[in-house]
Protein backbone atom coordinates (compact mmCIF):
# COMPACT_ATOMS: atom_id res chain seq x y z
CA UNK A 1 0.00 0.00 0.00
CA UNK A 2 1.55 3.54 -0.92
CA UNK A 3 2.40 5.85 1.59
CA UNK A 4 -0.43 8.70 0.67
CA UNK A 5 -2.74 5.78 0.72
CA UNK A 6 -2.19 4.18 4.11
CA UNK A 7 -4.54 4.40 6.63
CA UNK A 8 -2.24 5.74 9.07
CA UNK A 9 0.14 8.85 7.52
CA UNK A 10 3.70 9.47 8.68
CA UNK A 11 2.62 12.47 10.30
CA UNK A 12 -0.34 11.26 11.86
CA UNK A 13 1.98 8.45 13.54
CA UNK A 14 4.59 11.41 14.10
CA UNK A 15 1.63 13.12 16.02
CA UNK A 16 0.36 10.30 17.98
CA UNK A 17 4.54 9.51 18.99
CA UNK A 18 4.72 13.18 20.23
CA UNK A 19 1.22 13.99 21.65
CA UNK A 20 1.84 15.18 24.81
CA UNK A 21 4.55 17.53 23.65
CA UNK A 22 2.63 18.54 20.71
CA UNK A 23 -0.66 19.75 23.40
CA UNK A 24 1.84 21.49 25.37
CA UNK A 25 3.23 22.81 22.10
CA UNK A 26 -0.77 23.83 21.42
CA UNK A 27 -1.09 25.66 24.60
CA UNK A 28 1.85 27.67 24.80
CA UNK A 29 0.88 29.04 21.24
CA UNK A 30 -2.62 29.47 22.55
CA UNK A 31 -1.09 31.57 25.41
CA UNK A 32 1.35 33.62 23.18
CA UNK A 33 -0.63 34.49 20.41
CA UNK A 34 -2.90 36.19 23.05
CA UNK A 35 -3.05 40.02 23.42
CA UNK A 36 -4.91 41.76 25.69
CA UNK A 37 -5.07 45.19 23.95
CA UNK A 38 -5.47 43.99 20.17
CA UNK A 39 -8.23 41.32 20.08
CA UNK A 40 -7.67 41.14 16.44
CA UNK A 41 -4.36 39.33 17.08
CA UNK A 42 -5.52 36.15 18.27
CA UNK A 43 -8.91 36.41 15.91
CA UNK A 44 -6.05 36.53 12.72
CA UNK A 45 -3.84 34.32 14.08
CA UNK A 46 -6.51 31.68 15.43
CA UNK A 47 -8.15 31.50 11.77
CA UNK A 48 -4.42 30.10 10.39
CA UNK A 49 -3.05 28.38 13.32
CA UNK A 50 -6.25 26.08 14.00
CA UNK A 51 -7.12 25.84 10.30
CA UNK A 52 -6.34 22.04 9.79
CA UNK A 53 -2.16 22.54 9.38
CA UNK A 54 -0.50 19.26 9.76
CA UNK A 55 2.18 21.06 12.47
CA UNK A 56 5.26 19.24 10.72
CA UNK A 57 7.48 21.87 11.26
CA UNK A 58 6.92 21.92 15.45
CA UNK A 59 7.02 18.12 14.89
CA UNK A 60 10.75 17.90 13.49
CA UNK A 61 11.92 20.18 16.22
CA UNK A 62 10.15 17.94 18.94
CA UNK A 63 11.26 15.05 16.97
CA UNK A 64 14.84 15.82 16.85
CA UNK A 65 14.97 16.67 20.35
CA UNK A 66 13.83 12.95 21.93
CA UNK A 67 15.24 11.91 19.13
CA UNK A 68 18.69 13.25 20.92
CA UNK A 69 17.82 12.37 23.94
CA UNK A 70 16.64 15.76 25.28
CA UNK A 71 13.94 15.68 28.32
CA UNK A 72 14.21 19.21 29.52
CA UNK A 73 11.09 22.13 28.58
CA UNK A 74 12.70 24.02 26.30
CA UNK A 75 12.01 21.76 23.09
CA UNK A 76 8.21 23.08 23.38
CA UNK A 77 9.49 26.15 23.12
CA UNK A 78 11.26 26.26 20.12
CA UNK A 79 8.50 24.11 18.35
CA UNK A 80 6.36 26.76 19.47
CA UNK A 81 8.83 29.34 17.87
CA UNK A 82 9.20 27.55 14.68
CA UNK A 83 5.12 27.11 13.89
CA UNK A 84 5.04 31.38 14.95
CA UNK A 85 7.30 31.73 11.90
CA UNK A 86 5.81 29.88 9.89
CA UNK A 87 2.51 31.08 10.44
CA UNK A 88 3.69 34.73 10.14
CA UNK A 89 5.50 34.08 6.51
CA UNK A 90 2.17 32.48 5.62
CA UNK A 91 0.41 35.55 6.35
CA UNK A 92 2.66 37.76 4.68
CA UNK A 93 2.92 35.53 2.09
CA UNK A 94 -0.82 35.62 1.05
CA UNK A 95 -0.96 39.39 1.12
CA UNK A 96 2.40 39.57 -1.20
CA UNK A 97 0.65 36.55 -3.84
CA UNK A 98 -3.24 38.26 -3.32
CA UNK A 99 -3.89 35.03 -2.09
CA UNK A 100 -7.81 34.39 -1.66
CA UNK A 101 -7.46 30.48 -0.44
CA UNK A 102 -4.93 29.14 2.04
CA UNK A 103 -5.52 25.03 3.28
CA UNK A 104 -9.18 25.32 1.24
CA UNK A 105 -10.68 28.14 3.37
CA UNK A 106 -10.41 31.91 2.91
CA UNK A 107 -7.08 33.77 3.93
CA UNK A 108 -7.10 36.31 6.37
CA UNK A 109 -6.36 39.11 4.43
CA UNK A 110 -9.62 38.14 2.47
CA UNK A 111 -11.41 37.74 5.80
CA UNK A 112 -10.12 41.12 7.31
CA UNK A 113 -7.55 43.12 4.79
CA UNK A 114 -3.87 43.38 3.84
CA UNK A 115 -2.97 46.03 6.90
CA UNK A 116 -4.15 43.20 9.75
CA UNK A 117 -2.26 40.08 7.88
CA UNK A 118 1.24 42.20 7.50
CA UNK A 119 1.05 43.35 11.28
CA UNK A 120 0.11 40.27 13.00
CA UNK A 121 2.35 38.83 10.98
CA UNK A 122 4.91 41.44 12.34
CA UNK A 123 3.92 40.72 15.86
CA UNK A 124 4.15 36.58 15.74
CA UNK A 125 7.82 37.34 14.51
CA UNK A 126 7.89 39.11 17.59
CA UNK A 127 6.72 36.56 19.87
CA UNK A 128 8.96 33.75 18.16
CA UNK A 129 12.47 35.87 19.33
CA UNK A 130 10.85 36.23 22.62
CA UNK A 131 10.22 32.42 22.70
CA UNK A 132 13.97 31.73 21.47
CA UNK A 133 15.16 34.07 23.98
CA UNK A 134 13.56 32.33 26.88
CA UNK A 135 15.47 28.94 25.69
CA UNK A 136 18.70 30.74 27.17
CA UNK A 137 20.80 29.53 24.17
CA UNK A 138 22.53 31.58 22.12
CA UNK A 139 23.27 29.18 19.34
CA UNK A 140 19.70 27.98 19.05
CA UNK A 141 18.62 32.36 18.68
CA UNK A 142 21.58 32.55 15.85
CA UNK A 143 20.00 29.06 13.98
CA UNK A 144 16.08 30.86 14.37
CA UNK A 145 16.95 34.36 13.39
CA UNK A 146 19.10 33.44 10.57
CA UNK A 147 16.45 31.10 9.16
CA UNK A 148 14.26 34.04 9.22
CA UNK A 149 16.23 36.25 7.55
CA UNK A 150 16.71 33.68 4.76
CA UNK A 151 12.68 33.16 4.88
CA UNK A 152 12.60 36.77 3.65
CA UNK A 153 15.63 36.70 1.45
CA UNK A 154 14.14 33.57 -0.83
CA UNK A 155 10.56 35.32 -1.30
CA UNK A 156 12.45 38.55 -2.49
CA UNK A 157 14.69 36.31 -4.81
CA UNK A 158 11.24 34.87 -6.45
CA UNK A 159 9.87 37.80 -6.67
CA UNK A 160 12.19 39.21 -8.52
CA UNK A 161 12.58 35.80 -10.36
CA UNK A 162 8.95 36.31 -11.27
CA UNK A 163 8.50 36.54 -14.97
CA UNK A 164 11.80 36.47 -15.93
CA UNK A 165 12.40 32.92 -18.43
CA UNK A 166 15.65 33.33 -18.13
CA UNK A 167 15.37 31.96 -14.56
CA UNK A 168 17.66 28.63 -14.22
CA UNK A 169 17.63 25.82 -11.83
CA UNK A 170 19.94 27.05 -9.41
CA UNK A 171 18.42 29.92 -8.52
CA UNK A 172 14.77 27.59 -8.20
CA UNK A 173 17.19 25.75 -5.84
CA UNK A 174 18.31 28.97 -3.76
CA UNK A 175 14.43 30.40 -3.92
CA UNK A 176 13.61 27.02 -2.44
CA UNK A 177 16.02 26.93 0.15
CA UNK A 178 15.03 30.24 1.21
CA UNK A 179 11.54 30.12 1.63
CA UNK A 180 10.81 26.56 2.26
CA UNK A 181 14.06 24.59 3.64
CA UNK A 182 15.76 27.22 5.73
CA UNK A 183 12.53 26.45 8.26
CA UNK A 184 12.89 22.66 8.19
CA UNK A 185 16.37 22.98 8.57
CA UNK A 186 16.20 24.99 11.24
CA UNK A 187 13.41 23.08 13.08
CA UNK A 188 15.44 19.75 12.77
CA UNK A 189 18.77 21.33 14.03
CA UNK A 190 17.31 23.35 16.95
CA UNK A 191 16.20 20.21 18.11
CA UNK A 192 19.67 18.06 18.07
CA UNK A 193 21.55 21.79 19.40
CA UNK A 194 18.71 22.21 22.95
CA UNK A 195 19.42 18.45 23.27
CA UNK A 196 22.95 18.69 23.27
CA UNK A 197 24.04 16.07 20.89
CA UNK A 198 27.39 15.65 19.09
CA UNK A 199 28.11 17.74 16.47
CA UNK A 200 28.11 15.15 13.59
CA UNK A 201 23.90 14.30 15.03
CA UNK A 202 23.93 18.05 14.55
CA UNK A 203 24.64 18.66 11.21
CA UNK A 204 23.09 15.30 10.11
CA UNK A 205 19.62 16.49 11.11
CA UNK A 206 20.18 19.76 9.54
CA UNK A 207 21.21 18.16 6.04
CA UNK A 208 18.08 15.86 6.94
CA UNK A 209 15.81 19.06 7.19
CA UNK A 210 17.29 20.60 4.08
CA UNK A 211 16.70 18.16 2.07
CA UNK A 212 13.03 17.33 3.08
CA UNK A 213 12.58 21.07 2.88
CA UNK A 214 13.39 20.95 -1.12
CA UNK A 215 11.67 18.35 -1.67
CA UNK A 216 8.69 19.32 0.40
CA UNK A 217 8.37 21.93 -1.98
CA UNK A 218 9.01 20.34 -5.43
CA UNK A 219 6.35 18.06 -4.72
CA UNK A 220 4.24 21.34 -3.69
CA UNK A 221 5.16 23.57 -7.04
CA UNK A 222 4.35 20.22 -9.02
CA UNK A 223 0.56 20.06 -7.17
CA UNK A 224 0.30 22.82 -8.28
CA UNK A 225 -0.07 21.63 -11.85
CA UNK A 226 -1.63 18.10 -10.91
CA UNK A 227 -3.94 18.65 -8.11
CA UNK A 228 -4.37 16.95 -5.20
CA UNK A 229 -6.23 16.16 -1.96
CA UNK A 230 -5.89 18.84 0.39
CA UNK A 231 -3.57 21.28 -1.37
CA UNK A 232 -5.99 24.25 -0.69
CA UNK A 233 -5.84 26.10 -3.82
CA UNK A 234 -6.51 25.98 -7.24
CA UNK A 235 -4.94 23.86 -9.92
CA UNK A 236 -2.20 26.61 -11.87
CA UNK A 237 -2.12 29.65 -9.69
CA UNK A 238 1.59 29.68 -10.11
CA UNK A 239 1.01 29.88 -13.84
CA UNK A 240 -1.16 32.57 -13.22
CA UNK A 241 1.10 34.32 -11.05
CA UNK A 242 3.70 33.88 -13.48
CA UNK A 243 5.93 32.26 -11.40
CA UNK A 244 9.49 30.09 -12.50
CA UNK A 245 8.94 26.86 -10.46
CA UNK A 246 10.89 23.60 -11.86
CA UNK A 247 8.39 22.18 -14.04
CA UNK A 248 8.19 25.50 -16.36
CA UNK A 249 11.89 25.96 -16.39
CA UNK A 250 12.97 22.53 -17.56
CA UNK A 251 10.05 23.27 -20.52
CA UNK A 252 11.64 26.26 -21.22
CA UNK A 253 15.05 25.22 -21.71
CA UNK A 254 13.27 22.06 -23.86
CA UNK A 255 11.60 24.84 -25.76
CA UNK A 256 11.25 25.20 -30.09
CA UNK A 257 10.90 28.70 -31.02
CA UNK A 258 6.81 28.39 -31.16
CA UNK A 259 7.45 27.29 -27.45
CA UNK A 260 9.43 29.71 -26.67
CA UNK A 261 6.61 32.35 -27.81
CA UNK A 262 4.04 30.57 -25.80
CA UNK A 263 6.29 30.95 -22.77
CA UNK A 264 6.92 34.91 -23.42
CA UNK A 265 3.26 35.54 -23.82
CA UNK A 266 2.28 33.61 -21.18
CA UNK A 267 4.79 34.23 -18.46
CA UNK A 268 7.31 36.74 -19.72
CA UNK A 269 4.33 39.43 -20.93
CA UNK A 270 1.55 38.00 -18.64
CA UNK A 271 -0.81 37.84 -21.66
CA UNK A 272 -3.21 34.44 -20.90
CA UNK A 273 -5.68 33.40 -21.94
CA UNK A 274 -8.82 31.01 -22.14
CA UNK A 275 -6.86 27.47 -22.87
CA UNK A 276 -3.42 28.92 -22.08
CA UNK A 277 -3.38 26.55 -18.61
CA UNK A 278 -3.96 23.52 -20.84
CA UNK A 279 -1.52 24.24 -23.20
CA UNK A 280 0.79 24.90 -20.85
CA UNK A 281 0.39 21.68 -18.76
CA UNK A 282 0.52 19.98 -22.17
CA UNK A 283 3.97 21.33 -22.75
CA UNK A 284 4.99 19.80 -19.27
CA UNK A 285 3.87 16.38 -20.47
CA UNK A 286 5.72 16.83 -23.37
CA UNK A 287 9.42 17.38 -22.35
CA UNK A 288 8.33 15.22 -19.14
CA UNK A 289 9.04 17.87 -17.07
CA UNK A 290 6.14 17.07 -14.40
CA UNK A 291 8.25 13.60 -13.72
CA UNK A 292 11.53 14.76 -13.67
CA UNK A 293 10.90 17.25 -11.26
CA UNK A 294 9.07 14.40 -9.25
CA UNK A 295 12.06 12.04 -9.75
CA UNK A 296 14.16 15.00 -8.57
CA UNK A 297 11.93 15.84 -5.68
CA UNK A 298 12.63 11.57 -4.88
CA UNK A 299 16.27 12.47 -5.13
CA UNK A 300 16.35 14.62 -2.34
CA UNK A 301 13.79 12.82 0.13
CA UNK A 302 16.60 10.11 -0.64
CA UNK A 303 19.31 12.10 0.86
CA UNK A 304 17.45 13.47 3.75
CA UNK A 305 17.03 9.49 4.44
CA UNK A 306 20.58 8.77 4.41
CA UNK A 307 21.20 11.75 6.73
CA UNK A 308 19.82 10.17 9.32
CA UNK A 309 21.98 7.09 9.45
CA UNK A 310 24.10 8.82 11.40
CA UNK A 311 21.30 8.85 14.52
CA UNK A 312 20.38 6.52 16.78
CA UNK A 313 17.97 3.72 15.78
CA UNK A 314 14.90 4.49 17.18
CA UNK A 315 11.05 4.26 15.71
CA UNK A 316 11.11 8.54 15.67
CA UNK A 317 13.65 7.58 13.57
CA UNK A 318 12.50 5.38 11.00
CA UNK A 319 9.08 7.91 11.23
CA UNK A 320 11.08 10.60 9.79
CA UNK A 321 12.43 8.64 7.20
CA UNK A 322 9.21 7.45 6.45
CA UNK A 323 7.96 11.51 6.71
CA UNK A 324 10.70 11.85 3.27
CA UNK A 325 9.05 9.16 1.72
CA UNK A 326 5.58 10.68 2.31
CA UNK A 327 5.93 14.46 1.14
CA UNK A 328 7.03 12.70 -2.43
CA UNK A 329 4.25 10.21 -2.08
CA UNK A 330 1.59 12.54 -2.06
CA UNK A 331 1.72 13.17 -5.86
CA UNK A 332 1.88 9.47 -6.70
Not at 154 to 161: D, K, P
Not at 195 to 204: K, N, T, W
Not at 233 to 239: L, Y
Not at 254 to 280: H, M, N, P, Y
Request: proline share 3%.
Amino acid sequence: MSLDHAEVKPHERLAAALADDLAAVNALIRERMASEHAPRIPEVTAHLIEAGGKRIRPMLTLAAARLCGYDGPYHVHLAATVEFIHTATLLHDDVVDESGQRRGRPTANLLWDNKSSVLVGDYLFARSFQLMVETGSIRVLDILANAAATIAEGEVLQLTAAQDLATLEDTYLKIVRGKTAALFSAATEVGGVIAGAPEGRVRALHTYGDALGIAFQMVDDLLDWTGGAGIGKNIGDDFRERKLTLPVIRAVAAADSTEWAFWVRTIGKGKQGEGDLEQALELLRRHGTLESTRDTALGWAAEGKAALAALPDDPLRDMLMDMADYVVARIT
